[in-house]
């Protein structure tokens, strides 16, 4: 089988991030004077590169690439997500600046390894064909352990490697063994030909084992109840950047993954997977929430929290198939909007916690860098850093789904969605769910306004201050002028079609 | 020979890994009962391939194992690190963080 | 009923061999045992110490780094059996996966991976 340059095309976005970061590794290593401006520069224009080759996708192209035997598909949802992705890495990238100088990493492997996370998250959105799924979700899951690994003395973020690598070891071969089931049911790894051989009427328990195994699997990659427990001693355990980093671009490649193989590979057997997905979605929502309302430390209860959005984006999902058993594909926007809506406002608070990093007097004379974990960590920081304060408050309000924010616009739309196709139950729960979510966020914003402080050496960098802004604009911008963004992800999915 | 040998082979395989993850608290035997759920699923995929579905189940095997390989080798460079830091690899020791 | 006979065969040929061999070793065998004896077999060379002492951890690296390299190989097979049908773009393709694993390689070297200590 051989292809055409032409078909190179399907993937030159994700290329253009791999090279960059490949090439971030090699100046790390082969050239004695490292620059950070030169790391930065090289992977930012990897960034904008990707984003300028998904642009003239988008605007001048316009039609979907399919290629390599249809294993990869650029279209519109490929490109929406991946400019998610894209925009969450760079930012990511900028607020990394803290974390690596703090703690002493290797910028190269640091900032190479953040760019084929994201190479393979971009092509595992566009994967049509289970192959290149599994590549891509193993290629991302790989890289993201050694990134939670990567600060390599502490133990904490050792732990929580470990506790990553298992889990995701455990889902991989879940999610393998689901494939070789469907593969057996169908004789195919392409999703169109899953669905196919499922259109012919076929209903063996073979595929329904399958199908169920590969939803388990994405369950764990996403974080989603019953198979959340790894996510909050990960997130807690790895540098914040990293944290960051994953808890919003894992969740918008696999929800987007997940979606490509339930529209494209099982649309019409949906009584297969739909309540399936609402249990999943329910228990995501009720767990996640009420986790998070008994931490202390507020990295963890954001590490809860990002739970229980996986579960509101779940909602979507889960609804497709409306009361009256018709299938609406069209609801899976719900999800990607979210998705988008989530990206910046976790990043942003995710960010400020780095803000707010303070040196703590190590055992042998050295210092050693702690982010502002617990709410002690942020009492009264509204008096002396007003706008970072006012910028948290925004993300911890958008979170709580709080208007004019991006949050609320997302949670309004998921759950009217879900209403109008007659799923009431599971649109009050979520309400409800949210309700009890605010508790916590505004814990946080009374610590910061009401409290006195507690620590007083809190350095903050320069450049994280950059990144809080930008996500805050993001999020204040979906938030009053929506409409271009839901247009967007309407567009994206109907196209998939 | 059936096919059915196969499976019946890969689910036995499959579920002493599953039930070595649940049981094992030593990190190398968690690799060890990783690497026995990936054979187990190597196995069904060519096992499928070759009674009926064609050979793109045994070109799937092979991305498989060398991924599945890739991760265990990324899991022991990092149990090696937690070895470095805390002079144990029982993951049931490696506590931390607070439940 | 051919396979009672079988089974029937099968218990007195195992009752025969055993029944030898512990006759032999019970009433037959001469038994002086000496500590030399007692040792496991080194192939003929006297043990320089147990076998169940804990290994450096530097043999661990060498050993993933063996096994990372000797896996990624799988790919080559296929390449050498299809060779002819594959042509240049294969020669391509293959080119690439291993100018990515010599990246890795040089990676590797470089950083001293490859160093003993």
Not at chain 2, 68 to 74: A, C, G, P, R
Request: net charge neutral; glycine share 8%; charged share 10%.
């Amino acid at each position: 089988m051989t292809f055409t340059i032409y078909e190179l095309a399907a993937m030159q976005p994700a290329l253009l991030v791999m090279i960059a970061g490949l090439l971030a590794v090699g100046l790390d290593t082969f050239v004695p004077s490292k620059t950070r401006i030169a790391h930065a520069m090289l992977c930012g224009g990897g960034v904008i590169a990707a984003m300028a080759a998904l642009g003239s996708q988008l605007y001048y192209q316009r039609t979907a690439i399919h290629a390599f035997g249809n294993m990869l598909v650029l279209d519109d949802m490929a490109c929406f997500l991946s400019l998610a992705i894209l925009a969450a890495t760079g930012l990511v990238l900028i607020s990394s600046d803290a974390d690596t100088t703090r703690r002493n990493i290797g910028f190269g492997e640091y900032y190479g390894l953040i760019m084929i996370a994201a190479s393979a998250m971009m092509m595992l959105v566009a994967s049509n064909d289970f192959m290149t799924i599994f590549v891509n979700l193993e290629v991302l899951s790989l890289a993201l352990y050694v990134l939670t690994g990567i600060t390599r003395k502490n133990p904490r973020s050792n732990e929580a490697s470990v506790k990553y690598l298992v889990s995701g070891a455990f889902a991989t071969c879940f999610f393998l063994m689901g494939v070789a089931f469907l593969y057996g049911a169908t004789g195919t790894f392409a999703l169109s030909g899953i669905r196919e051989a499922l259109a012919l009427g076929l209903d063996s328990s073979m595929a329904r084992v399958g199908l169920g195994m590969v939803m388990v699997g994405f369950a764990f990659k996403i974080g989603a109840v019953p198979f959340h427990m790894w996510v909050p001693d990960v997130y807690e355990g790895a540098p914040t950047s990293t944290t960051a980093f994953m808890s919003v671009t894992v969740k918008a490649a696999g929800v987007g993954a997940l979606i490509r193989v339930l529209l494209i590979a099982a649309p019409m057997r949906s009584d297969l997977w739909a309540d399936l997905l609402w249990w999943m979605a329910v228990a995501t929502m009720v767990v996640g929430n009420l986790m998070a309302l008994q931490q202390t430390s507020v990295k963890r209860m954001l590490a809860f929290s990002s739970v229980a959005h996986t579960g509101y984006a779940l909602v979507a999902l889960a609804t497709m198939r409306s009361t009256d058993e018709t299938f609406v594909p069209e609801a899976a926007a719900s999800a990607l909007f979210y998705l988008l809506t989530y990206t910046f406002m976790t990043l942003g608070a995710f960010s400020f916690l780095i803000y707010m990093g303070h040196e703590l007097p190590g055992k042998d004379g050295t210092s050693e860098w702690q982010d502002a974990e617990t709410l002690s960590d942020l009492a009264g920081m509204a008096d002396r850093r007003p706008w970072a304060a006012a910028m948290m408050g925004l993300f911890l309000l958008s979170l709580g789904g709080i208007p004019p924010t991006a949050g609320f616009l997302g949670k309004f739309y998921l759950f009217a969605g879900a209403i109008e196709r007659g799923h009431v139950t599971i649109a009050v729960i979520g309400v409800m769910a949210s309700l009890v979510s605010l508790y916590y966020y505004l814990r946080v914003i009374v610590w910061m306004y009401m409290k006195e402080p507690m620590i007083a050496d809190e350095k903050p960098h320069p450049s994280v201050a950059v990144v809080i802004a930008l996500a805050g604009l993001a999020t204040l911008l979906i938030g009053v002028m929506p409409g271009a963004f839901i247009a967007a992800a309407e567009h994206s999915i109907a196209v998939l079609r | 020979m059936d096919v059915r040998f196969y499976l019946s082979l890969a689910a036995v395989l499959f579920v002493t890994g599953v039930y070595g993850i649940l049981t094992r608290r030593n990190a190398i035997g968690i690799m060890l009962s990783v690497e026995l759920m990936a054979n187990a699923l190597n196995l069904n995929l060519v096992a499928f391939g070759r009674y009926g579905a064609g050979a793109l189940g045994q070109v799937f095997a092979m991305f498989s194992i060398a991924l599945t390989v890739t991760e265990v080798v990324v899991g022991l460079g990092i149990v090696v690190l937690l070895y470095r830091s805390r002079h144990d690899v029982m993951v049931n020791l490696a506590s931390e963080m607070k439940r | 009923m051919v396979w009672a006979q079988v089974a029937i065969y099968l218990l007195i040929v195992t009752c025969l061999g055993l029944g030898m061999s512990y006759t032999g070793y019970f009433f037959l065998a001469p038994s002086r045992p000496r500590a030399l004896k007692q040792e496991a077999y080194e192939c003929g060379v006297p043990q320089m110490a147990g076998s169940r002492e804990r290994f450096s951890v530097r043999f661990y690296l060498i050993a993933i780094m063996f096994i990372l390299f000797d896996i990624e190989t799988v790919f080559l097979i296929p390449w050498a059996v299809l060779y002819k049908q594959l042509g240049v773009p294969g020669l391509v393709e293959i080119g690439i996966f291993f100018a990515v694993l010599g990246f890795g390689l040089a990676y590797l070297w470089r950083r001293g991976g490859l160093e003993w200590d």
